[in-house]
Nanobody, 122 residues
Framework: QVQLVESGGGLVQAGGSLRLSCAASGRTFSSNAMGWFRQAPGKEREFVAAISWSNGRRYYADSVKGRFTISRDIAKNTVYLQMNSLKPEDTAVYYC???????????????WGQGTQVTVSS
């Protein structure tokens, strides 16, 4: 079993930055991936970014390319999402996920965190 705990959300003005963290516990990841998703009120959960745990390959949604950076610390079993140049439309609950059963872009992950709120004011 895997537990994911997110932290780092909060309120920030447009143009500001936040860094989200997701600490995984329960077992060591070797060849799977971890991802970040977000869900705004009244909208479906959407892919934000993902990273391969084995080789560090990164994947991004078009809406965040050039502004967000995903990274991992294997020793700490932690994945990060550095969010720069934040916009009001980035406001959502951000979820960490681990072990995709299919594409890293889909929501078909085996494990999910509880979510952390990110609010960007205009």
């Amino acid at each position: 079993q895997v537990q994911l705990v997110e932290s780092g959300g909060g309120l920030v003005q447009a143009g500001g930055s936040l860094r989200l963290s997701c600490a995984a516990s329960g077992r060591t990841f070797s060849s799977n991936a971890m991802g970040w998703f977000r869900q705004a009120p009244g909208k479906e959960r959407e892919f934000v970014a993902a990273i391969s745990w084995s080789n560090g390959r990164r994947y991004y949604a078009d809406s965040v390319k050039g502004r967000f950076t995903i990274s991992r610390d294997i020793a700490k079993n932690t994945v990060y999402l550095q969010m720069n140049s934040l916009k009001p439309e980035d406001t959502a609950v951000y979820y960490c996920a681990a072990d995709p059963r299919d594409s890293v872009y889909s929501t078909a992950y085996d494990y999910w965190g509880q979510g952390t709120q990110v609010t960007v004011s205009s």
